[in-house]
């Protein structure tokens, strides 16, 4: 079946520092991915998604490129600041995009100042 | 334009009761989701809704949860009889067919 797995469950960084969180998946269909994104007590909010094998994809500072050769999407930014300390999840869906989301378990990020 | 709606925010039941969470998704949304979310388990799909019709329901949570979508701005999810383990935040979300993903704030449930 689809799944989606995220290695790291609590990464912290000091401000300023770049970050990546892990993200890599299997499905036997055409892969859509996504990150999202979830403030303390909000909902989640898409980050970014793509379904286009090597097109790096950015939004707020933070990228991703989808490598289908190593199924993987990892979420990157050159200099975390402490607004971004969220749960961040990687999601996947079918290649027609109908369906549903298949989640990884999340990574926490906390930026300290 | 509304987002996703939620009530109530915050539930706390007695083991044993049924309680019955509500959910308006964005208008004109035709896919429409139930997860529940712990820190352990991460998100897990309850049910899936397309047009009206149930796509997937969660194996693991047939027995006691039964969500239904009365019409197409609303969907509820019931849990009957709650038990202490279901404790967390349940979420509601709605999409296009291959649009974005809409999240309402969730319901958080506290059963004791």
């Known amino acids: 079946g689809d799944s989606v797995t995220q290695t790291e469950g609590l990464v912290t960084l000091t401000k300023g520092l770049p970050v990546m969180l892990n993200c890599t998946y299997q499905?036997?269909?055409?892969?859509?991915l996504f990150w999202y994104v979830q403030h303390l007590n909000e909902a989640p909010k898409l980050l970014l998604k793509?379904?286009?094998?090597?097109k790096r994809t950015e939004h707020q500072g933070f990228y991703a490129t989808l490598h289908k050769s190593s199924s993987s999407f990892h979420l990157q930014k050159s200099s975390v600041q402490l607004s971004d300390s969220a749960l961040y999840f990687c999601?996947?869906?079918?290649?027609?995009?109908?369906?549903?989301?298949?989640f990884g378990a999340g990574t926490q990020l906390i930026v300290i100042p | 334009d509304a987002g996703v709606t939620q009530t109530p925010r915050h539930e706390v039941a007695e083991k044993g009761q049924t309680i019955i969470l509500k959910c308006e998704p964005v208008?004109?949304?035709?896919?429409l989701f139930w997860y529940r979310q712990t820190k352990i388990q991460g998100l897990e799909l309850l049910s899936y809704?397309?047009?009206?019709?149930?796509?997937?329901d969660g194996g693991a949570f047939k027995d006691r949860f039964k969500a239904e979508m009365l019409n197409s701005s609303f969907s509820t999810l019931k849990i009957q009889p709650t038990e202490p383990k279901d404790s967390a935040v349940y979420l509601c979300?709605?999409?296009?067919?291959?649009?974005?993903?809409?999240f309402g704030k969730g319901t958080r449930l506290t059963v004791v």
């Open positions: 499905t036997t269909y055409s892969p859509f």
């Open positions: 999601a996947l869906k079918r290649g027609s995009a109908l369906g549903r989301l298949h």
């Open positions: 793509s379904s286009t094998d090597n």
């Open positions: 809704f397309r047009s009206k019709s149930l796509m997937e």
């Open positions: 208008s004109g949304h035709n896919d």
């Open positions: 979300a709605s999409s296009l067919a291959k649009g974005e993903v809409f």
